[in-house]
């Protein structure tokens, strides 16, 4: 985590690659609208077909890995988010996903081996489960690269950002002492997240029955023994955080039921609704929860929280189920509206975060020209 000790020259040396998560949330973004079928300017050709990669590696794994070379405070840690980032801007050269491929597989390795570092300094359970999550981020990534074929992939990423989550929450989890059998049951869940990508390799049907399975087991398993639940009762960010959290575990229990009834298991409506209940309803709702501790790490200062966010988690909420029962309703004008109610609920957030930020930053800046500055510090 940053600390004091960082300092100014260490928090800017990390602005470029913030700038270039930032860049590929737009891309991903505008390259999901024309997806959707929103008539916007584009890239390149293929250009729709970057939103997949773009949101998982050129955003989330970019951030992911960005956090964690922080908490390593190793400088060669600092290349796997230098790569991932830059993996972006290899999308807009003339050799495109081929190149951006490159560094995408580049930066998985080496997420992998920030975390063998971690899993030595701290040998474990969940060490070992993150650990494992980047290497699926790696096998997706090349196997994306040697195919093109997102759809025939996808449960690489699926299971990169579902363990990996689960791991941290698995940490924090210890402090309720988890009996042998609870640790097994979480255990047998990540190993069907496992086995499902691998299995895609070879037949795609029972490899998403396995997958949907391991998300409804590993929903159920963080619903009843995260500490998430803990945190309802309490007000403030312990609150906010709490209902994040469970909202999350909903989204994945109902994402691998949904993909157990129906099977999901070609790109469709169906397909649409699985994976935005993962990549929105889990994902996204999990950065929304922590997001301060995140941003707190990289500006060596707290964060405050306010009740204003709460509305782009309402919003989050609100349009996600809006997407999926139009989804599943196949009614695709009302798809489209509420794929853009999405983005308007992502950028809701960034919009308060921002806010906060921005006030936080202000009041700082009137206390430094306080009369009484010396005595309240």
């Not at 913030?18 to 300017?41: D, K, M, Q, R, Y």
């Not at 402090?175 to 299995?199: E, N």
């Not at 070609?266 to 501790?293: K, Q, R």
């Not at 500006?299 to 609100?318: D, H, K, Q, W």
Request: glycine share 10%.
């Amino acid at each position: 985590m940053t600390t004091a000790r960082d300092g100014p020259g260490i928090l800017r040396a990390r602005l470029p690659v913030v700038a270039l998560i930032a860049f590929a949330t737009f891309l991903g973004l505008w390259a999901g609208l024309v997806l959707l079928g929103w008539s916007l300017p584009v890239v390149s050709v293929g250009f729709p077909d970057w939103h997949g990669p773009l949101m998982v590696n050129g955003v989330l794994a970019t951030l992911i890995v960005l956090e964690r070379a922080v908490a390593l405070r190793r400088a060669w840690a600092f290349a796997a988010p230098v790569v991932s980032g830059g993996g972006t801007l290899a999308l807009l050269t003339p050799l495109g996903p081929m190149l951006g491929g490159v560094f995408w597989i580049v930066s998985g390795l080496l997420l992998t081996a920030v975390f063998l570092e971690i899993h030595r300094r701290q040998p474990g359970f969940h060490s070992a489960v993150l650990t494992t999550a980047a290497a699926l981020l790696f096998f997706g990534n090349l196997t994306w690269w040697a195919t093109g074929d997102v759809p025939a992939m996808v449960l690489w990423w699926v299971s990169f950002l579902v363990l990996l989550i689960a791991g941290e929450r698995l940490e924090l989890s210890r402090v309720f002492r988890l009996t042998l059998a609870k640790r097994v049951a979480f255990g047998v869940g990540a190993a069907m997240l496992v086995v499902g990508p691998v299995l895609s390799t070879v037949t795609l049907v029972p490899a998403i029955a396995t997958e949907a399975a391991g998300l409804v087991t590993l929903g159920v398993w963080l619903l009843l023994y995260d500490v998430a639940r803990a945190n309802l009762p309490l007000p403030g960010r312990p609150r906010f955080l709490g209902l994040c959290l469970v909202s999350g575990y909903a989204w994945i229990v109902f994402a691998g039921a949904l993909a157990l009834g129906t099977g999901a298991s070609l790109p469709g409506l169906v397909y649409d609704a699985f994976l935005h209940a993962i990549f929105i309803g889990f994902v996204f709702t999990m950065i929304m929860a922590h997001a301060l501790v995140i941003l707190q790490a990289f500006l060596g200062r707290s964060v405050p929280f306010t009740r204003a966010f709460y509305v782009p988690l309402v919003l989050i909420e609100g349009t996600l189920a809006l997407r999926v029962a139009s989804d599943l309703a196949g009614w695709d004008a009302l798809r489209m509206w509420a794929g853009l109610l999405n983005v308007v609920a992502i950028l809701s957030f960034v919009l308060v975060l921002g806010g906060n930020l921005a006030r936080d930053r202000l009041r700082w800046i009137q206390d430094l020209f306080h009369p009484d500055f010396m005595n309240v510090r």
